[in-house]
């Protein structure tokens, strides 16, 4: 239940924290507007991307795994796709068995329009084994499949680094059972090869995109919070850190029927026996004991350094690896208790540190509306600091305003835009694969940059910032630090566009969600948010024999080395 005592005891003492003056930027960036979308990986957007003379890029092409023109390069069995055998206990990194002839053939699963319980005809049945462009078969924009893109099962996709059982975790458990369903005789995961495909920049994909990449700075070795989905890696976007299940403001245990176990039920290969958007989303990582939970633990023991606070799971804490929504309205209300809501959170989140801090900031939603009557566009979800009652029920809650509001407040006195500021699209140009079109989010893109240059002042002082929530189960090639229990996770894009912003630029330091954290937090001096929260990591070190790998391992950057220097 929600202690209404408690939920107001934290609203008054969030009103009653006096603001400090507002501290002034340390950079020439007085105003950061993060844009997220959703779910594409680095190689999914990036994959031929040539960067321009004296920059390098790591993708498929660069690696020639694919040619320009997105047909198998003469290194395509680096991607090549394995099948595995995973019974009884959990593995993040299963015993391999056999390489896949072709790969099967993608359904279309998610996809508005397209029937879901067939293979795609739009898609050949015998296409290699590797990754496939997208727009060989369909026109950019067409709506496909929805790789499965869930906690547990990102895990195995990404094998310890191997990146080579995307297709057999989508074909095997793909979102897996709700409830303890048990597996019927010619079950379909309804995904086959769908997570192998990429669109394809030199032929054209991805035109604006790939203009601000050229125009302004990306980085090739960003990297999603969490392994999974997009509350989540929302959360981490908010907080540097993991929620978790609370009761009267502590942490407790949920319903044992919402608790992750992805042990193979009995007879079946990764077939999980408690999974799935009905089904599993909490596990409590600091017990041995608990389904899913050795396995990775003994992963992280095995490796070369210290994993970040030795998995970062404190005792007795059911962390939230999959999608929950919010326990507030728009408006404010504590929402009804629920086996799909994320109960009130009590760790410590940007909007809280930047408000404490005196720091403007704003969080705009697309279909938010007036929070009383939201359209079916809007992502609750993504409005993130609906979880808190440190926010909603405080005077927080007024700086989280519909997209619109964010094209008004753009037109005005640049010392009148917020310092920080988010933008959640809404679902349809979010570019969410099946849903939405990359199209969409393109243009999304193209309006905000567009909005702010025709503001001079605030675009000479301002930094647009965009990635996206997580890489939706797309293949990857890139290497992944594993920090702690959750993750990282495969590498997503990022953008910086900004008169600050070096030209052309393509930096290769490790980033992940909580780097555009520690970039506010050393902008305007903001303190890490909490003790165990990521932004404590160090800057990485790199050398020409690491460009990747940080050589002080496990450490995150913060962003700055996408900006010019200053004079």
């Known amino acids: 239940m929600i202690d209404r005592f408690k939920l107001g005891l934290l609203a008054s003492m969030a009103a009653a924290a006096p603001a400090a003056a507002a501290p ?39 690696q020639g795994i694919v040619k320009e023109n997105g047909l198998p390069g003469k290194n395509f069995n680096l991607a090549v796709q394995r099948q595995a055998e995973n019974n009884g206990e959990y593995s993040p990194t299963p015993n391999v068995k056999n390489t896949y002839g072709v790969l099967p053939q993608p359904y279309a699963w998610g996809a508005f329009g397209q029937r879901r319980d067939i293979p795609d005809a739009r898609f050949p049945a015998d296409m290699p084994n590797g990754p496939f462009q997208i727009t060989r078969y369909v026109s950019y924009g067409t709506h496909t499949g929805d790789p499965v893109h869930r906690f547990f099962q990102m895990w195995q996709q990404v094998d310890g680094g191997k990146n080579d059982l995307f297709v057999w975790t989508a074909e095997t458990v793909g979102a897996g059972p709700s409830n303890g369903k048990l597996l019927l005789a010619n079950y379909r995961t309804f995904q086959g090869a769908v997570a192998m495909g990429f669109y394809n920049m030199a032929s054209g994909d991805a035109p604006y995109i790939r203009q601000l990449a050229e125009e302004y700075a990306i980085a090739d070795n960003y990297h999603q919070f969490i392994m999974g989905g997009t509350t989540a890696n929302y959360m981490a976007l908010t907080t540097a850190d993991v929620s978790f299940y609370t009761r009267d403001g502590k942490p407790g245990a949920p319903p044992a029927k919402l608790n992750e176990n992805p042990d193979a039920q009995p007879g079946t290969n990764n077939w999980y026996t408690e999974d799935g958007y009905q089904g599993g989303t909490y596990v409590n990582c600091a017990d041995r004991q608990n389904p899913g939970v050795s396995g990775i633990a003994d992963f992280l023991k095995k490796l070369p350094y210290r994993a970040f606070r030795d998995g970062n799971c404190a005792p007795d804490t059911w962390y939230m690896v999959n999608n929950m929504e919010p326990s507030f309205s728009p408006t404010g209300e504590p929402l009804p208790p629920g086996d799909d809501k994320l109960p009130p959170q009590i760790i410590p989140s940007i909007g809280d540190a930047l408000t404490a801090k005196g720091v403007s900031w704003r969080w705009y939603s697309g279909g938010r509306n007036d929070g009383k009557n939201v359209d079916k566009e809007y992502c609750a979800m993504c409005d993130t600091h609906l979880y808190f009652p440190s926010i909603m029920l405080g005077a927080g809650k007024s700086r989280l305003h519909d997209l619109q509001q964010f094209y008004a407040d753009a037109q005005q006195a640049e010392e009148a835009f917020p310092a920080v500021s988010f933008i959640a699209p809404y679902d349809s140009i979010s570019g969410h694969p099946g849903y939405a079109m990359e199209t969409g989010f393109d243009e999304l893109l193209r309006s905000v940059v567009n909005k702010v240059k025709q503001n001079p002042a605030l675009w000479d002082k301002t930094a647009i910032i965009v990635t996206f929530d997580e890489s939706g189960g797309y293949y990857d090639s890139g290497y992944v630090q594993f920090i702690d229990f959750f993750g990282d996770g495969p590498r997503v894009p990022l953008l910086v566009i900004s008169p600050h912003a070096k030209k052309g630029y393509v930096d290769h330091t490790y980033y992940d969600h909580a780097s555009i954290l520690k970039f506010i937090e050393r902008n305007w001096s903001v303190p890490p948010l909490s003790a165990r929260s990521r932004d404590n990591l160090p800057n990485p070190v790199h050398d020409k024999a690491s460009a990747y790998i940080p050589k002080n391992r496990p450490a995150i950057g913060d962003l700055m080395n996408l900006f010019q220097e200053r004079k």
């Open 24 to 62: 002034k930027a340390l950079t020439p960036i007085e105003h950061v507007i993060v844009i997220i979308g959703e779910n594409r990986s680095f190689d999914n957007l990036f994959a031929t991307y040539r960067p321009k003379k004296g920059q390098t890029v790591f993708n498929l092409l660069s």
